[in-house]
Nanobody, 114 residues
């Protein structure tokens, strides 16, 4: 059974930083493209960053230059380093595979507010 557990969210002021982590189990982690998704209040969930099995990365335009996705296959963990945070970055952040239909975890709340 696949399990994805996100952590690291919280309340941060505009311009601040956070590092999210996502521990995966029940899958051969190294074989999957992994992504971080964001669901802002009242909006659909969107993919904001993805990382291939060999470490190639892609970002949504809204986070490019501010967010960095990385992975540690030995720890079955994917990370999202977020800096220069804006109020528009507020939402629930989820990790998941990309294109494989894996079940969602509970997500972690990020709130950017002064």
């Amino acid at each position: 059974q696949v399990q994805l557990v996100e952590s690291g969210g919280g309340l941060v002021q505009p311009g601040g930083s956070l590092r999210l982590s996502c521990a995966a189990s029940g899958i051969i982690f190294s074989r999957y493209i992994m992504g971080w998704y964001r669901q802002a209040p009242g909006k659909l969930r969107e993919l904001v960053a993805r990382i291939s099995t060999v470490g190639n990365t892609n970002y949504a335009d809204s986070v490019k230059g501010r967010f960095t996705i990385s992975r540690d296959n030995a720890k079955n963990t994917v990370y999202l380093q977020m800096s220069s945070l804006k109020p528009d970055d507020t939402g629930v952040y989820y990790c998941n595979t990309v294109g494989s239909g894996t079940s969602w975890g509970q997500g972690t709340q990020v709130t950017v507010s002064s």
